[in-house]
Every structure is written in C-alpha cells, then in structure tokens.
C-alpha cells in the first residue's frame, strides 16, 4: 500500500514541478502561437518581417485575446517579482495599473513610449 501512495505523492510534486516550469516559458510567441494555431518558428518568422505581436494577432482576429493573456502574463511575471522580494506590494501595484493603461489606449497604430520597466518585458518577455 506504501508503494502506491509514494508513486502518487511523486507524480502530483513532478506534475506541480513541470506546470511551474511551463509557466516559466511561456512567452509572446507562444501566446500568439496557441491562438493562432500557428507554429512558433511561424511566429518568428512572421516577427522578423517587422511585424509586432499586435499586428500579427490582429492579422488573425485575436488582438484582443492577445491582450488579454499577454496582460496575464505579465501580471504573473510581476507576482513572481513580489514574491521573490524584487518588488514590493505597491510597485507591482504601480506597475500594473501603468501596463494596463498602456494596453488600453494602444491602439496598434503608432509605437508607444517605452516603460523601461526592468522586468525581462522586451523582446522575448520570459519569466
């Protein structure tokens, strides 16, 4: 009976583990790709013809679920940071009150400032 509990206990610690870390990778154009139904090395294809995610997601119709879990991530990014002790409560607060501004009055037709926030949020945007 031992046997099989520790098997369990061991694959539910693995799955947690293995979840965590597909949380760490995931990045825009993984996003992208999951919406699309597009393979990433697409993504990045379509990324070195100077496209922005943006544009690429709204080629599609998904600009809007883009926003959405690119927010999402980010928010979860910025979580970590809390957590790590990198950020307080009131930064992340700050923060995140900025990006949403942000995304709200994007409106995909001209580059916005950048936040130079110093989260890993540029280019490739992994945790």
């Known amino acids: 009976m031992k046997k099989p509990l520790i098997f369990i206990t061991t694959m539910v ?25 597009e393979k990433i090395e697409k993504i ?3 990324k070195k013809e100077y496209k922005t995610y943006g544009d690429i997601a709204s080629e599609y119709g998904k600009r809007d679920e883009f926003r959405k879990e690119n927010l999402e991530l980010k928010k979860e ?19 995140i009150t900025k990006i949403e501004s942000r995304m709200k009055n994007c409106d995909g037709e001209k580059p916005s400032e950048k936040l130079n926030l110093k989260l890993g949020f540029g280019k490739t945007l992994k945790k």
């Open 13 to 37: 610690i693995f799955t947690t583990g293995v979840i965590s870390v597909n949380a760490l990778t995931t990045s825009k154009d993984e996003i992208l790709s999951k919406l699309t139904g």
């Open 44 to 46: 990045a294809e379509l």
């Open 77 to 95: 990014i910025i979580e970590e940071k809390v957590k790590g002790g990198d950020l307080s409560r009131e930064e992340a607060n700050s923060i």
